[in-house]
């Protein structure tokens, strides 16, 4: 009797408390990784605990409370040939996994990706957005990623992630056929798009994305200068007439400098083909006589011829 109180009082907890926001995967840590018969075994909701024994995945638990025994360690069960049951401790590393969404994770396009526009031809293009991302096969992602990591964080894959996503962006950009023009209009569309493109490479690592966010999409910075450019000529119009709206603009307010240049300057052209029409013999407004009188009056009496 004090034997079996004695047993029951020294039986293992097992448990994780997540205090962080970005870890994915830890290790229980036990010495020697020595796990008593009937140990309790608590898997929080958000969370999966992953029996490795030996080097081999073992069994997965899902969320619940579980007391360690042959009957619901059916795959240690069988690699450890315990056909008759156990009694004794035994050894197994024990990993608890966030199944829970890691959300706002950033992406980007770190170099320009080219772009073969139907208008503009090729161009380059850059683009960033976020996403979530949640771990959908514990035993999966722990064998293929984490490997042996006793605290695996979402950073250590983000960045494995981010090139995942810029490929298939890239491809799935490429064969969309939108112009640049109207991509604003249909990142919902091209984000969709990417997150179907993405899904079946992240699930051999037993990941998902259950969502995935395209922000932004742009030009280079000189080609958006000539697109403004070249929309300022199109609100422009017909040059000519720009030209002649200014030049009328301009002389209807003569207080302001362009006004008072623009006059200036049409009295001036004005006063040169008024010059130009008296210049000419017979020229139209009594410009015959106005030279004449100029010649006569800048005669002087002494200069008179005799009679």
Partial sequence: MIF????????????????????????FERQGHAIKYGAKLTVREGQAAVFVH??????????????????????????????HGFQSPFKSE?????????????????????????????VRLRAYGTYAMRVTDPGRFLTEIVGTDGEFTADEISFQLRNIIVQEFSRVIAGSGIPVLDMAANTADLGRMVAQAIAPKIAEYGIALPEFYIE??????????????????????????????????????????AGSAMATGLGAALGMGMAGQMAQPGGGGGGGTWAKTVASAGRSPAGRQPS
Wanted: aromatic share 12%.
């Fill in 54 to 83: 030996e080097g081999q995945l073992a069994d997965v638990f899902g969320p619940g409370l579980y007391e360690l025994e042959t009957n619901n360690m059916p795959v240690l069960t069988t690699l450890q040939h315990w056909d």
């Fill in 216 to 257: 932004n999409i742009s030009l280079p910075e000189e080609v958006e200068r000539a697109l403004d450019k070249r929309t300022s000529m199109g609100i422009v119009g017909d040059l000519r007439k720009y030209t002649q709206f200014g030049v009328a603009e301009a002389m209807g307010n003569p207080a302001s400098a």
């Fill in 4 to 27: 079996d109180f004695l047993k029951g009082e020294f039986i293992d907890v097992i448990h994780w408390v997540d205090d962080t926001r970005d870890t994915m995967v830890w290790r």
């Fill in 94 to 122: 024990i990993y608890f996994v966030n199944t829970t969404r890691f959300n706002d994770l950033k992406w980007g396009t770190k170099n320009p990706v080219m772009y073969r526009d139907p208008e503009f031809g090729p």
